[in-house]
């Protein structure tokens, strides 16, 4: 049972254009979501997060959406620069402190 | 932000035989861990929490007596692979919790590439 989904496996778009990475979500009780970046070979890196009662983070170059009732988030990457080729992962949380939640993740790839 | 640490980035070793990964919090102690596995192409998926001083929670599916947890001290918990068999072969990631920061976002070790001959 895949509580959390990115349905989009890749993702490639042009230097300063937008990115929109999507996620999916069917557990109506996680309180927190979060995105994570990926190198290969690397363990993960946090980049934002936003909580189950907001519908808008933002943190420079990267904002976060949520729509609690369509059940769904998407991360934005405005510039996109090549530094952000990696592969993105939503992870999904409930309670405080508890198991992250992982996608399958997206891996974008930023073209010069 | 915090650190967390893992040892060895990878390791190769023979069927049969068991691996030991460390995984380190340097500035901070966590009484929980995480231990995650990734297949290629693949999402991270949880395999165990590790809590410090009692038995670690393993998820479904998840043999506990062939991934050992040990979390011995504050800022040390470690997964051995008993018996290695080739579909172990897998990219095994620590994570913890910084509790003077969030609670939510988790701090990930660099990960260890285990591959099983």
């Known amino acids: 049972d895949q509580q959390v989904k990115q349905n989009s496996p890749s993702l490639s778009v042009q230097e300063g254009r937008i990115s929109i990475l999507n996620c999916d979500y069917t557990n109506s009780m996680f309180d927190y979501f979060l995105w994570y970046k990926k190198y290969p070979a690397e363990g993960p890196t946090f980049l934002i997060s936003i909580s189950s009662i907001k519908d808008k983070n933002e943190d420079g170059r990267f904002t976060v959406f949520l729509n609690k009732s369509a059940k769904h988030l998407s991360l934005h990457i405005v510039p996109s620069q090549p530094g952000d080729s990696a592969v993105y992962f939503c992870?999904?949380?409930?309670?405080?402190?508890?198991?992250?939640?992982f996608g399958q993740g997206t891996e974008l790839s930023v073209k010069p | 932000g915090a650190v967390v640490s893992q040892h060895p980035s990878w390791v190769i070793c023979k069927s049969g035989t068991s691996v030991k990964i460390e995984c380190r919090s340097l500035d901070f102690q966590a009484t929980t861990m995480f231990w995650y596995r990734q297949f290629p192409k693949q999402s991270l998926m949880l395999m165990a929490t590790?809590?410090?001083?009692?038995?670690?929670?393993?998820e479904q599916g998840v043999e506990k007596d062939k991934f050992l947890i040990n979390h011995a001290s504050l800022t040390l918990s470690t997964l051995t692979v008993t018996s290695a068999h080739p579909e172990d072969s897998s990219f095994y990631i620590c994570?913890?919790?910084?509790?003077?920061?969030?609670?939510?976002?988790?701090?990930f070790g660099q990960g260890t590439r285990l591959t099983v001959v």
């Open positions: 992870a999904a949380i409930y309670n405080q402190g508890g198991k992250l939640i």
């Open positions: 590790s809590n410090e001083g009692s038995k670690a929670t393993y």
């Open positions: 994570s913890a919790r910084d509790p003077r920061q969030s609670h939510t976002e988790a701090f």
